[in-house]
């Protein structure tokens, strides 16, 4: 009967978890997104409603999780996952509609590659979370990940670019380069598209620099633990 009276207890509180307000907010995203890349090539503005309000519950989740003191490791890895395929799903679609399409999949396994060695790298290291960059030497590192508003304006500006594109494509042959020039030089997008695409070249270079640090803490984790087993 205690045994039984355990279990119970033990999958009430599991289910408290995942009925956490932040974490059913990460669920609302992810069928907002499920309904977007499904309307995607019949419906181009009703999936860039929907695919940038999810963007933006991305920001209101952690929001929610301190404000109900209801932070969970499971709620900070649904919100990963979901960025991270959310982003990969756009990237793909818009390698269809433009030439080169690799320059979108090389951003889609950069993307995926350096947050994944991130996670992985703050595990070895022990940290309780993969934004605990304060042993960086890089300053632009440390200045993403220690403001949240200049990494807020890094990752919107990113999305934006590739939701402003996905908006601009008109047929399956069209110039990436091209397409970004013109809208430079027109008059209303001139603005918003350059201040999207600084912010993405910002958001790159520290994918970029991300890689190499969480890259060069597996290389020292593996060095330490021989030297250990050697002594």
């Known amino acids: 009967m205690a045994a039984v009276n355990k279990s119970n207890k033990k999958k009430q509180s599991t289910l408290s978890v995942y009925l956490y307000i932040p974490n059913i907010t990460g669920y609302i995203r992810i069928i907002m997104n499920i309904v977007a890349f499904a309307r995607c090539f019949e419906d181009k503005k009703l999936f860039a409603i929907l695919y940038f309000i999810s963007f ?61 060695l991130q996670m992985y790298s703050t595990f070895l290291s022990g940290k309780a979370s993969h934004k605990d960059v304060k042993d960086s030497t890089n300053w632009l590192f440390k200045l993403y ?14 999305e934006v670019l590739y939701i402003i594109l ?53 290389v020292l984790y593996d060095i330490n633990r021989k030297q250990k087993q050697k002594h």
Not at 82 to 101: E, I, N
Not at 145 to 158: H, I, P, T
């Open 145 to 158: 990940y220690g403001n949240r508003l200049f990494m807020a304006y890094c990752c919107v500006a990113s």
């Open 56 to 116: 933006v519950c991305d920001g209101l989740d952690g929001w929610l999780a301190r404000k109900f003191n209801q932070v969970s490791t499971f709620g900070a890895v649904l919100d990963m996952v979901t960025d991270r395929v959310s982003t990969a799903c756009l990237l793909v679609v818009l390698s269809q509609f433009y030439r080169p399409g690799m320059i979108f999949l090389s951003l889609l396994s950069l993307d995926i590659a350096s947050h994944w």
């Open 166 to 218: 996905f908006l601009l494509a008109e047929s399956q042959s069209e110039s990436v380069i091209e397409v970004l020039v013109t809208a430079l030089k027109h008059g209303y997008l001139s603005f918003p598209v350059g201040v999207a695409l600084f912010g993405w070249a910002i958001k790159q270079a520290i994918n970029v620099i991300q890689m190499k640090t969480a890259a060069d803490v597996c």
